[in-house]
């Protein structure tokens, strides 16, 4: 019998207080039934957003050394998935790991964390845009929110943003090498409240639409919540549609969780109340294949 548990690689920063990243990531997988074996970027006390004095220790020195034993260990990955880097060197090294672990048959999902809303993290510069664009050239599949978008196509961030300009967008970034490209929290034009996610297949040369309900930027970590799930989902054999669906709705339940109680948002969704939703039944689907 072929062994069923599929493998990650998740690198990313661990953020111990907030629901961002790693925090986020592990428990999301392993719901799921994938093992992710964490590689940290940086050690933060709590993520960056909504926190001013947080501590950082930046890892970019250790990474080699951490990659050279499991390549010695010879894992074999299904996917290798980066996020949040603790210094722009950091995408060197990323770029190294999938020249060694990248197979034929695995995929490599880049999400660009950089920023929100028009803005930079606070610890993210010019330089992290000239190496995640390095990045993404590797990647099978990238999930930039619409302002780290713009920052990759060097273009100015507009909110309300036409359905045929981000459909460009869209096109532009798998351009730059990945096949499939997913913008998150793009406001709708036409009804208020609502915050989209659009997606590009080049293979089949689809456009998706899935509309959410608004999530407020003020709870970190969704960016990580909404790859996570998705990861899972198309390793579970999901189609992308189906994957962004379950992504949108997922997300949508945790906060939904979360209004109930008076938990400060910068401490994230609440994934503790519906990790056991990760595996829902896919009824009343809710995505548009574009024209
Ligand atoms: O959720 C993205 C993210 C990851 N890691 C750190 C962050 C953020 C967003 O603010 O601050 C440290």
Sequence with gaps: MKN???KIAAIHDLSGYGRASLTAIIPILSSMGIQVCPFP???LSSHTG???DFSFVDLTDSMEDYMNHWKKVDIKFDCIYSGFL???RQADIILDFIEVFKTDSNMVVVDPVMGDNGKFYTTIDENMVHKMRDLIKKADIIT???TEATYLLGEEYIKNIEEDQIKKMLVDLSNMGPEIVVITSVPDLYISDNIDVFAYDK???KFWKIGGK????D???TGDTFTSVLIGSLLNGDSLPIALDRSVKFIALGIRESFGFTYPAREGILLEKVLDKLKMPMINSNYELLE
Excluded: C, H, M, R
């Design 203 to 205: 293979e089949s040369n």
């Design 214 to 217: 608004y999530i407020p930027s």
């Design 4 to 6: 069923p548990v599929k």
């Design 219 to 221: 709870f970190p970590g």
């Design 144 to 146: 930039p929110n619409l």
């Design 41 to 43: 970027t940086a050690v």
């Design 50 to 52: 909504g926190f001013k």
């Design 86 to 88: 603790g210094s722009a």
